[in-house]
């Protein structure tokens, strides 16, 4: 385990169909993000898991999108009902920790390319 | 007001030459700070944590500054694989908000 695997590294989708994205992070990392990029903008954070538990979401997480690591392991991001607007590059990332005193920044994964037509 | 405030740039610059990037933050309980570099059609990947103290690693130096709530990146001796953008990252509690990053081009 070298780092934070993404699948698939692309997708095209017809607007309206269901997509799922998995992150399978570095194994001794207990944090897991989902980010959203389009071209030209940083990062935008989309949700975040310790373990199995989801601890926070953002606004930009409409309810046709939903994530999940069942087993505090690999996660999934499902969206539902794709629209054209939806077509970004998602990344994952993950991290042993964060917080006051620490310095630990996040290792991302190569991302999943979702093209929506 | 976003988070994190970046020049997006771009800047071109010869090789050889010393640029410096800046940063601004507006949460002042933000805890870690970061320099990431993107590559093209890439995932972004960590450059170098910011200290308070200021920190070097060769070329690199950051410098963070608490009371102006400001972060910078020096690259001395500008080198053609330098090319890239420059994310400027702040953890704030459990999240990292990132700038929109700056451009850099260095020409031959």
């Known amino acids: 385990d070298t780092g934070v695997s993404q699948n698939p590294r692309h997708k095209i989708t017809k607007r309206g169909q269901n997509v799922t994205f998995r992150c399978d992070p570095i194994s001794e990392h207990n944090r897991l993000y989902w980010y959203r990029q389009t071209l030209g903008q940083g990062p935008e954070f989309l949700t975040y898991f310790q373990n199995e538990a989801q601890l926070e979401k953002s606004r930009l997480l409409s309810d046709r999108f939903s994530a999940e690591r069942p087993k505090g392991s690999f996660s999934t991001l499902e969206i539902q009902r794709t629209e054209q607007g939806d077509s970004a590059m998602y990344l994952c990332?993950?991290?042993?920790?964060?917080?006051?005193?620490?310095?630990?920044?996040?290792?991302f994964g190569s991302g999943t390319r979702l093209t929506v037509v | 007001r976003k988070e994190v405030e970046q020049d997006p740039g771009p800047f071109n610059v010869p090789e050889g030459a010393t640029v410096a990037f800046n940063c601004t933050y507006s949460?002042?309980?933000?805890?870690?700070f970061f320099w990431y570099r993107q590559d093209c059609r890439k995932e972004p990947k960590l450059l170098m944590s910011?200290?308070?103290s200021g920190n070097e690693d060769g070329r690199f130096t950051a410098q963070l500054n608490r009371a102006s709530q400001y972060i910078s990146l020096l690259i001395r001796d500008s080198k053609l694989s330098d090319s890239a953008t420059y994310l400027c990252v702040v953890n704030t509690g459990n999240q990292f908000y990132f700038g929109t990053g700056t451009s850099l081009t260095v020409i031959p």
């Open positions: 949460n002042s309980a933000s805890q870690s």
């Open positions: 910011v200290y308070s």
């Open positions: 990332a993950s991290s042993p920790r964060t917080g006051v005193g620490t310095n630990y920044g996040y290792t």
